[in-house]
Structures are given as structure tokens and as C-alpha cells.
């Protein structure tokens, strides 16, 4: 066997490993329901869902509180079902979070409580085309 031959199948063995690891990482996108029969089951991975804040009737968002050591703070959020659910996250609000359209919480539950280690924020001034109505403008 030629040394080209070695090396080829090294990087291809290598490539697997690699692409075997990330999947393996890889987390799903679930609603609350789903995350809190997971956490039940057992399932101590990180999980995402995806949602909105809550928001009043002139469309304000409500539910934030802050936490006692003044850095973290929690909120309510609604999954895609309508589920609404406490949110805590221990590190400082993200610029933006209450303009946000859409939020992603990485995370899993503690209890009856949905623990976020990440949260990603879609607002939608970022994804707006030029020269295109802004909403309640």
C-alpha cells in the first residue's frame, strides 16, 4: 500500500470522528412539554426551544424579574404550542432581549424551572430589508 494511500485513509477516519462527535453533541429543537419529559426520563443534555417573551395586550413585554445577586434574572417565555414557562438565566440580560422577535433558550430543567445556559436572540431589525416598513412605525 502506498503512503498516499495510509494518509487518505487517516484523514478519512479522522473526518468520522470528528463528524461522529459533533452529532453526537448536536441538540434537537423541543417545546417545553417535550423538554420537561426528557428531563423526567433522565436526559441531562442541553436542550433548545424556541418561543417568544410574553407580552401584554399593547405588546410590552412582562414577566422579567431580576435575581437576587443582581446579574441574573428570569422571565416568562411561550414556546410554538403556547406553553408558558419561568426561564432562569444566571449571567446578565442580553442587549436587545426585550426587542427580540423570537428567543432560543439552550438549557434544561431544575425542577419545575427551565434553566438556560444560552439564550439566542432573533430581533428583527437585524434581518430587515433596506427601505422596508418597520412594524408600529
Same mark, same amino acid.
Given at each position: 500500500? $502506498? $503512503?498516499?494511500?495510509?494518509?487518505?485513509? &487517516?484523514?478519512? /477516519?479522522?473526518?468520522?470522528?470528528?463528524?461522529?462527535?459533533?452529532?453526537?453533541?448536536?441538540?434537537?429543537?423541543?417545546?417545553?412539554?417535550?423538554?420537561? $419529559?426528557? #428531563?423526567?426520563?433522565? !436526559?441531562?443534555?442541553?436542550?433548545?426551544? &424556541?418561543?417568544? +417573551?410574553?407580552? !401584554?395586550?399593547?405588546? @410590552? %413585554?412582562?414577566?422579567?424579574?431580576?435575581?437576587?445577586?443582581?446579574?441574573?434574572?428570569?422571565? +416568562?417565555?411561550?414556546?410554538? !404550542?403556547?406553553?408558558?414557562?419561568? %426561564?432562569?438565566?444566571?449571567? *446578565?440580560?442580553?442587549?436587545?432581549?426585550?426587542?427580540?422577535?423570537?428567543? &432560543? %433558550?439552550?438549557?434544561?430543567? #431544575?425542577?419545575?424551572?427551565?434553566?438556560? @445556559?444560552?439564550? +439566542? +436572540?432573533?430581533? *428583527?431589525?437585524?434581518?430587515?430589508?433596506?427601505?422596508?416598513? %418597520?412594524?408600529? /412605525?
Amino acid at each position: 500500500m $502506498k $503512503k498516499s494511500h495510509i494518509i487518505i485513509i &487517516v484523514i478519512i /477516519a479522522a473526518a468520522i470522528g470528528i463528524i461522529m462527535t459533533t452529532a453526537g453533541d448536536a441538540s434537537t429543537y423541543v417545546t417545553f412539554t417535550d423538554a420537561y $419529559k426528557m #428531563a423526567s426520563q433522565g !436526559n441531562d443534555e442541553s436542550i433548545h426551544v &424556541v418561543g417568544e +417573551l410574553k407580552k !401584554n395586550a399593547s405588546g @410590552e %413585554v412582562i414577566g422579567i424579574l431580576e435575581g437576587a445577586d443582581k446579574v441574573s434574572f428570569s422571565f +416568562l417565555m411561550i414556546d410554538e !404550542n403556547g406553553k408558558e414557562q419561568i %426561564v432562569q438565566y444566571k449571567e *446578565p440580560m442580553p442587549a436587545d432581549f426585550t426587542k427580540s422577535e423570537k428567543v &432560543v %433558550v439552550i438549557g434544561k430543567y #431544575a425542577g419545575e424551572i427551565f434553566t438556560a @445556559e444560552k439564550i +439566542l +436572540l432573533k430581533c *428583527p431589525s437585524k434581518y430587515q430589508e433596506e427601505g422596508a416598513p %418597520v412594524r408600529g /412605525a
